[in-house]
């Protein structure tokens, strides 16, 4: 038994160094392919990682060239003299080159092929392609769209506000607001349902005053949580503190290019052709001219204008009313600029009040540039009757719609009597207003009297404006987008549309 035990156990030794040898032949083939598998993993590792480095760097160098474009564009520098994109940074076949190797660039300036209409933006689209050396040698495009600063772009501008009045519970501004300074928002209802809405509210002050001479630097206090409080809170662009100042005033602004366009292919009334405080009225595509009750309605027929602009050279101390025809609103885009005081005497709308049809080139813009815009009040003129029919009378006393951008360059918005109707009111502006400073329109915390504002945004005026209206020297930009794909043709022809 015990030869046979070794004999089994030689055998049993034998057996196992041979397994141990394909153990290891099998081992080291998968050794082998591992780390081929391995190699070829950090080999495309570090190839993805030089890719994305400029891939980035690509992106960054677009970046950097779109924003040099702009800053020449924004400069002085030459724009394309007809709709066809122009070179600005580099040409198709000699790019240009970035300090810092940051790679090269090549940019063009394609002006909007609705620059030549009076009511369009002069906007620009801005195309950048860049390119970084490197193994890959790629690519990366970006695009924006920049333009002059418009008045018409904001719901409400103030240039020099005041904190002894107050917007309060029941104001609604549903486009940008902005001032040149601090403003006073209060709340004295414990529910925040009406409290003060803004779309986005931006102040060249680091903050705003609540009840008292309070600083407050976010959109919540006390009872006031400004509305939509969710959109606010979330700082800029939205609800901002600090932001630059924007010229404005007679002495910053083109108010002159306004008149002479009504001096040359407009209606243009010399001083003393209208009468201090006549009524006028829009109807359609007319203008009528009413200067005292007893007096014939003079008619002047605006469609046929080349310059859709009207200019009353006025005195500083004169004024007209003017309101809409509650037969038919206006049906073209016009301009209505003057030195003296406007009153808005009752309702004036658009015949077609879709503002959200791009279509729809009914806009209205008024301009004073050494008054005041008033919003009238009947009880203030006596009687009205010998001014019936209507549309000449002042029908204030319910609220009103009005529908017009209206710019004051040195004075203010106000009401006439702001304890008068009782309510209050409501103004309500489809448009926006730009002026020094708004005045008391309304009185009292709840109920009251007089006129509270709601400014209810023309969306249009994102790409739009009242016909000749005078921009800012400021430029923004109002698009701005990646195109990873673009080409040096797209760059040069314009491959990638607006949006």
């Not at 769209?145 to 029941?170: H, K, Q």
């Not at 001479?213 to 700082?235: A, D, E, I, V, W």
């Not at 939205?238 to 002479?260: C, H, K, M, T, Y």
């Not at 292919?265 to 109807?283: E, H, M, N, P, V």
Request: aromatic share 12%; net charge negative.
């Amino acid at each position: 038994m015990a030869v046979t035990s070794i004999r089994r156990m030689v055998m049993y030794t034998n057996n196992t160094r041979g397994s141990a040898l394909v153990l290891v032949l099998v081992a080291s083939v998968f050794l082998i392919i591992l780390t081929a598998g391995a190699y070829q993993y950090f080999k495309m590792n570090a190839n993805t990682q030089i890719w994305a480095r400029d891939r980035i760097q690509a992106k960054l160098s677009a970046e950097a060239g779109v924003n040099l474009a702009t800053h020449m564009l924004t400069a002085g520098a030459a724009l394309p003299p007809d709709s066809n994109p122009g070179d600005i940074l580099g040409t198709e076949n000699s790019f240009y080159d970035l300090p810092g190797g940051m790679g090269s660039v090549y940019a063009s300036v394609d002006p909007s092929n609705e620059n030549d209409r009076v009511t369009s933006a002069n906007a620009y689209m801005i195309r950048c392609l860049a390119r970084v050396p490197g193994r890959t040698m790629d690519t990366y495009g970006m695009q924006c769209i920049v333009m002059p600063e418009n008045l018409a772009r904001f719901s409400v501008f103030m240039d020099n506000p005041t904190t002894n009045g107050y917007y309060t519970d029941g104001y609604r501004f549903d486009g940008p607001f902005y001032a040149n300074g601090a403003v006073r928002v209060i709340s004295p209802s414990a529910s925040t349902e009406n409290d003060p809405f803004f779309y986005s509210f931006n102040l060249t002050s680091g903050y705003y005053l609540s009840q008292g001479n309070t600083h407050r630097t976010t959109p919540s206090n006390g009872n006031l949580q400004m509305q939509p409080f969710n959109r606010l809170s979330m700082g800029p662009p939205f609800f901002d503190l600090n932001v630059d100042p924007i010229p404005f005033g007679a002495n910053e602004l083109n108010w002159q290019g306004v008149r002479s366009a009504a001096q040359t292919d407009g209606l243009y009334f010399a001083s003393g052709t209208i009468a201090d405080s006549s009524r006028l009225a829009l109807k359609g595509d007319t203008l009528m001219i009413k200067a005292t009750p007893a007096s014939a309605v003079q008619k002047f027929y605006l469609g046929g204008l080349v310059n859709p602009v009207v200019w009353i050279e006025n005195a500083q101390d004169e004024c007209f009313f003017l309101r809409g025809s509650q037969l038919l609103g206006l049906n073209m885009p016009l301009t209505i600029g003057c030195r003296g005081d406007v009153y808005m005497s009752g309702e004036l709308t658009y015949e077609n009040t879709d503002l959200q049809d791009q279509a729809n080139q009914q806009l209205l813009g008024i301009m004073t540039v050494n008054g005041d815009l008033i919003i009238a009040d009947e009880k203030l003129v006596g009687d009205q009757s010998p001014w019936n029919p209507a549309p000449f009378h002042i029908d204030t006393k319910n609220g009103l719609n009005y529908y017009a951008v209206i710019v004051a360059l040195e004075g203010n918005l106000v009401a006439s009597n702001h304890r008068w109707p009782l309510g209050p009111q409501e103004f309500r502006l489809n448009g926006g207003y730009m002026v020094q400073e708004e005045g008391y329109t309304s009185s009292g915390y709840n109920g009251g009297s007089g006129f509270d504002i709601g400014v209810l945004f023309d969306p249009r005026l994102l790409y739009m404006h009242p016909p000749f209206f005078p921009t800012t020297a400021n430029w923004i930009t109002i698009m701005w987008a990646e195109v990873p794909d673009m080409t040096v043709n797209e760059v040069s022809s314009g491959g990638h549309p607006y949006y």
